[in-house]
């Protein structure tokens, strides 16, 4: 079956740690996101990858990295920098970068801090 | 730049009752319009979408949105509803070519019998 993953399902994180959720698609998609989502705010853009070895800031970057070595795989970091870190993360995908294209999304990471 | 307002954050429903969830956006240029559903713990899935053309776009599970330009508005209707429509129902707005989506800030719609 074609998708989008997401790993872990929950992850904490202490005071100072960097973590790093996993989101790989074999959906043979070349754009892929990562979004934060706070209860009553929807969802705020984080970063985005058009191709691979490319990537740009979304609207709340600080605090967060990404690479995009290959196609299928877009991990984001959350960094000792991100103060306010507790919240769901969901990456999702479209087959190019035509905004008209729908977007897919894997089932999510909810981050706690310890 | 675009933006979406979800005036509802909460709409309570008994079941087989209509419903209508409001969207207006802005936007200074030809925008495509979403409607995603995302249900408990889980990733947001694609309910409709307007791209162009015909103004009234439908979903398979009885969803109808109308795009209505003059009230810059995209408000999502079903006549008749389910327990099992019960989720949050994101609308969203991006501008034509490469730009991103733009997400309101939800509407939780919650069936009862």
């Known amino acids: 079956d074609g998708g989008i993953t997401q790993s872990p399902k929950y992850l904490f994180r202490k005071e100072g740690q960097n973590v790093t959720l996993s989101c790989e698609q074999n959906l043979n998609h070349d754009a892929m996101y990562w979004y934060r989502q706070d209860p009553g705010q929807g969802l705020r853009l984080i970063y985005y990858?058009?191709?691979?070895?490319?990537?740009q800031k979304g609207d709340i970057a600080e605090g967060y990295s990404v690479s995009r070595e290959k196609k299928e795989s877009f991990p984001l970091t959350v960094t000792s920098a991100q103060k306010n870190p507790t919240a769901f993360y969901l990456c999702?995908?479209?087959?190019?970068?035509?905004?008209?294209?729908?977007?897919?999304f894997g089932p999510g990471t909810r981050l706690l801090v310890l | 730049a675009q933006s979406v307002t979800q005036l509802d954050s909460q709409v309570p429903v008994f079941e087989e009752a209509p419903v209508e969830l409001r969207c207006n956006y802005s936007s200074s240029v030809s925008v495509y319009l979403f409607w995603y559903v995302q249900y408990p713990n889980q990733g947001l899935q694609l309910l409709l979408k307007y791209l162009s053309g015909s103004t009234l776009v439908k979903s398979i599970n009885g969803f109808e949105a109308e795009f209505n330009k003059s009230q810059t508005s995209f408000h999502l209707r079903k006549p008749s509803v389910h327990i099992s429509d019960t989720a949050e129902y994101f609308c969203?707005?991006?501008?034509?070519?490469?730009?991103?989506?733009?997400f309101g800030t939800g509407t939780r719609l919650l069936v009862s019998p």
């Open positions: 999702a995908s479209t087959k190019d970068r035509d905004s008209q294209e729908t977007q897919y």
């Open positions: 990858s058009q191709i691979v070895n490319d990537f």
């Open positions: 969203a707005v991006s501008g034509t070519g490469f730009q991103k989506l733009v």
